[in-house]
């Protein structure tokens, strides 16, 4: 079976680490009476066996049953390093889907709400140092229309756009051994135009009056050796980095700043030492990168960037919302450039920081998005903000992402061109990331009914058959002009809620094409059909031309880069084999290069 043995939390590399993927024991809990026969407890094993981090839902994980079953339990044994003794031990979970209490040994250590994001317990005390036990109890109710499901199912089978739901753990688990003087966080913000990576340190208090040493370092140079005597919990500094040496002969800042074309990125270890001795180290990295918005266009790097992206599910055959392995996500990135897209739109996921981390190296943008819920309330919306305060936290020094994605196509906000409730919940979460992260765009509805937003971020997949010609026509007069694609309503809704206008953000074409093409034959879904490969390849042209003839639109991500189950409309299979040569979308996707500035 595939393992997932790589560093699950790419940008705060620790070394002493020990990876409890692989075989735990597992059990279904349909009546509720794990609580009260305390399958917490030591003496009490579970009666099957799973492949963690794969939901039970998935093949890898050794079940892959797809029925529902809202209380799932777990455990296995594990032995902590008697290195580690004197240190404190930390259980983490990558994510978990969707609440989560946590046993050690039988004793309660915490517990998290929420399906997409980390967290971490302090499991010192509860060990014996002579073999111990994890257990974790998980409830993902199927009819609770509040929680954030994205793309899961929550009826009686996938169908349409709504594929194989996920229960239980699907990211990585694993343990660190940690001084109680330690770097509990660090962010990376650069600061272009000043030609500075301005960094915050978190630490414990226990870290008082140690020194923090910071080496930054860009492919095997030194550029920055600080030496920091920690007073307070939180530092922060601002390191110039344009004047240096090692830059000067840089032309327009493209030899040391992140691009998808150059992804320079600036390595750094961190080291806290205490009385002379070393109690923490972690290697990091970040990279140079602006995003901002200036007369109708996007900029990356104070320079005009067209985006050229692709909608990204994150589903894989065998593993559903789990990589089978992280060569997975870097080939997924590779496959996209290959094809000529610059990025990436994460839809409806919150996806692996391994995935971000290949982002950042292979250079490809990402629009970060979370699972929206079905419903409207008022206890979906505080799900779906504590969800985000803890996304932008995980995600914020990574340079691939570019902008954020709260809300899409009115999902779980489904009055939301009339209703002020649900505008001022869209308008609190625009706010709210922008508090949270003032150096990317945010994107308040993507599709329609947008309210205050960074980006025009329309959707429209009404291009036709190529034996509709009239369908055709109008689908490319209705991109040609602003305009056009205000008064529009691809979706039979409107662009902006109602009490919103558009106020000269740039306007993409965020979603549109789906053009199915099952290669294997039978049966599929998509919003229009190809028969054959070659077929296929005129489809893709012919809808590309539209999109290039627009004068307005300053980027576009097509839908999408796979097949996801019943849905057969990606330029991959599902097993990610190319539908015809990327080569051939690669020169469909280079027609046009934008050269001059479109107002």
């Given amino acids: 079976m595939a393992r997932r043995n790589e ?30 026969e305390k399958w917490y407890r030591p003496d009490h ?6 492949e963690v981090p794969f939901a039970y839902q998935s093949k890898l994980s050794g079940i892959h049953d797809a029925s529902f079953h809202d209380r799932v339990w777990y455990k296995r044994g594990f032995k902590v390093d008697a290195a580690w003794k004197g240190k404190r031990v930390l259980l983490h979970f990558g994510a978990v889907d969707y609440r989560a209490w946590v046993y050690v040994n039988g004793q309660y250590v915490g517990t998290h709400e929420g399906g997409h ?12 140092w002579d073999g111990e036990q994890v257990t974790v109890r998980v ?3 199927s009819t609770d229309e509040t929680i954030p499901r994205g793309k899961q199912f929550w009826l009686e089978k996938p169908d349409g756009i709504w594929y194989t739901p996920t229960t239980g753990i699907w990211q990585t688990v694993w343990l660190e051994a940690v001084s109680e003087a330690r770097l509990e966080r660090v962010k ?12 915050e340190f978190e630490t414990t208090r226990a870290a008082a009056g140690a ?4 080496e930054i370092s860009f492919k095997g140079r030194a550029v920055v050796t600080d030496r920091i005597v920690i007073h307070e919990p939180y530092v922060k500094r601002a390191y110039h980095l344009m004047n240096r040496n090692i830059f000067r002969t840089s032309a327009h800042h493209d030899g040391w700043t992140w691009t998808p074309e150059n992804p320079n990125l600036f390595d750094v270890r961190i080291t806290l030492r205490q009385d002379g001795r070393t109690v923490d180290e972690v290697e990091s990295y ?5 995003i901002h918005t200036e007369r109708g266009m996007v900029y990356l790097n104070n320079k005009p960037y067209y985006q050229k992206l692709v909608l990204d599910q994150g589903y894989w055959p065998d593993g559903l919302l789990t990589a089978p392995s992280d060569d997975d996500f870097r080939r997924d990135i590779e496959l996209a450039k290959a094809m000529g897209f610059n990025g990436c739109r994460k839809h409806q996921k919150v996806e692996d920081p391994r995935f971000l981390y290949w982002a950042d190296r292979l250079g490809f943008l990402v629009w970060g998005e979370c699972a929206s819920a079905p419903s409207f309330s008022a206890e979906a919306a505080a799900r779906l903000t504590r969800e985000w305060i803890e996304i932008v936290e995980r995600d914020y020094s990574h340079p691939c992402i570019v902008a954020w994605v709260p809300l899409n196509e009115s999902w779980g906000v489904p009055d939301i061109r009339s209703s002020r409730q649900q505008q001022f919940h869209s308008l609190a979460l625009y706010s709210l990331i922008h508090s949270l992260d003032p150096t990317r765009l945010v994107v308040s509805n993507d599709g329609w009914e947008l309210t205050k937003t960074d980006i025009c971020a329309v959707h429209n997949y009404n291009h036709g058959r190529p034996d509709e010609p009239d369908k055709y026509e109008y689908f490319k007069a209705s991109l040609s002009t602003k305009e056009a694609i205000l008064r ?20 993409m074409l965020t979603e549109f094409g789906g053009i199915a093409y099952r290669v294997s034959g039978g049966q599929g879904w998509g919003y229009t059909n190809a028969g054959s490969e070659e077929e296929f390849v005129r489809e893709y042209r012919r809808v590309m031309e539209a999109v290039y003839a627009s004068n307005v639109l300053h980027g576009f991500c097509y839908t999408q880069l796979t097949d996801v189950e019943q849905e057969v409309n990606g330029l991959l299979t599902y097993d990610r084999k190319p539908k015809c040569d990327p080569e051939e979308i690669r020169r469909i996707n280079e027609m046009w290069h934008p050269s001059v500035i479109r107002e």
């Fill in 188 to 199: 990376w913000q650069p600061d272009l135009d000043r030609g500075d990576i301005i960094a």
């Fill in 211 to 214: 020194a923090l040493e910071v």
């Fill in 7 to 36: 560093y699950p939390r790419p940008q705060f590399v620790r070394k002493e680490w020990q990876n409890l993927n692989g075989a735990w024991q597992f059990a279904f809990d349909d009546d509720n009476i794990g609580l009260a």
């Fill in 139 to 141: 409830e993902d109710p």
């Fill in 45 to 50: 094993p579970l009666p099957r066996r799973i």
């Fill in 117 to 128: 994001t980390p967290f971490h317990f302090d499991i010192t005390d509860a060990l014996t």
């Fill in 488 to 507: 529009s309503q691809p979706g039979r809704r409107a662009i902006y809620a109602n009490g919103f206008a558009h106020e000269g953000e740039p306007i």
């Fill in 286 to 290: 970040f990279g140079m990168r602006k």
